[in-house]
């Protein structure tokens, strides 16, 4: 699928960009790929984190006051 790009400013720290352009050159890639890769990543950790935080939605949950009873009723405290 091939997609559509669009043009954007971003604006970097001095030295950030100096080692994005090194990076860069030593991976024979350009500064917009390094930087669309790197916006992809962090959306699909993004949408992972979501993944997990929904699949643990329907989770029993306890308040750190009901924890404290119960591990003294059980002995463990």
């Known amino acids: ?8 400013t971003i604006y970097l ?3 950030m960009h100096k080692a994005l352009r090194l990076k860069a050159a030593e991976t024979h890639r350009s500064i ?3 930087v669309s890769d790197a ?5 699909r950790e993004d949408e992972e984190d979501l993944a ?3 699949a643990r939605a329907g989770e029993k949950t306890i308040s750190y006051e009901q924890l404290l009873a119960e ?4 002995g463990r405290i």
């Open 1 to 8: 699928m091939e997609s559509q790009t669009t043009r954007a």
């Open 13 to 15: 720290d001095k030295d």
């Open 32 to 34: 917009s790929e390094i």
């Open 39 to 43: 916006v992809r990543e962090a959306l």
């Open 52 to 54: 997990a935080i929904a």
């Open 71 to 74: 591990l003294k009723a059980n």
